[in-house]
T-cell receptor, first 111, second 115 residues
Framework: GNSVTQMEGPVTLSEEAFLTINCTYT??????LFWYVQYPGEGLQLLLK?????DKGSNKGFEATYRKETTSFHLEKGSVQVSDSAVYFC??????????FGTGTLLAVQP | DAGVIQSPRHEVTEMGQEVTLRCKPI?????LFWYRQTMMRGLELLIY????????DSGMPEDRFSAKMPNASFSTLKIQPSEPRDSAVYFC?????????????FGPGTRLTVL
């Protein structure tokens, strides 16, 4: 069935470190892929998305590339900041009109 | 654009009471989603609407939960009677076209505590 698997957290990094959060999915066809971010006490907000294979989504220094061959959409950032501390959700959407979310990965960035 | 609006932001009630959560989607969005978020179960889709019509309510936990969308700018999620295990953050989200392929915009959530 349709699912999203993302790495367990928490991920704890020092400021300016490199970030990778892994995400893989199973789906019928070629769904759009998303990363959402949830800051403390807030709702989820879209961070970036990609709608077809080999597309790269990017925003606020974060990037993720739609890899059809490995069914992956890993999130990366070259230099994290304390303000990036949040929970990150990978998701995919398809013909069902529903988004399938991963369990979320808590990122804590220390100064 | 004001974004998705939810009220109340916080609700504390006693077991057995009726709780009503409210949502105003972004104007012009055709799809509306209700989610529940807990530490134990993560983010769960409860129900979604297309053009005010409920399409999939398979995530609604039990008959104590009901949702309505009387018009394009308003939806409610009701719990009657409420139980302590219903304590969670409830999010409403809306999207423009096909919810699966399109971005969903989330409201700030209602934090429900049932004592």
């Amino acid at each position: 069935g349709n699912s999203v698997t993302q790495m367990e957290g928490p991920v704890t990094l020092s400021e300016e470190a490199f970030l990778t959060i892994n995400c893989t999915y199973t789906a019928t066809g070629y769904p759009s892929l998303f990363w959402y971010v949830q800051y403390p006490g807030e709702g989820l907000q879209l961070l970036l998305k990609a709608t077809k294979a080999d597309d790269k989504g990017s925003n606020k220094g974060f990037e993720a590339t739609y890899r059809k061959e490995t069914t992956s959409f890993h999130l990366e950032k070259g230099s994290v900041q304390v303000s990036d501390s949040a929970v990150y959700f990978c998701a995919h959407g398809g013909a069902t009109n529903k988004l399938i979310f991963g369990t979320g990965t808590l990122l804590a960035v220390q100064p | 654009d004001a974004g998705v609006i939810q009220s109340p932001r916080h609700e504390v009630t006693e077991m057995g009471q009726e709780v009503t959560l409210r949502c105003k989607p972004i104007s012009g969005h055709d799809y509306l989603f209700w989610y529940r978020q807990t530490m134990m179960r993560g983010l769960e889709l409860l129900i979604y609407f297309n053009n005010n019509v409920p399409i999939d309510d398979s995530g609604m936990p039990e008959d104590r939960f009901s949702a309505k969308m009387p018009n394009a700018s308003f939806s409610t999620l009701k719990i009657q009677p409420s139980e302590p295990r219903d304590s969670a953050v409830y999010f409403c989200a809306s999207s423009l076209v096909t919810g699966g392929a399109d971005t969903q915009y989330f409201g700030p959530g209602t934090r429900l505590t049932v004592l």
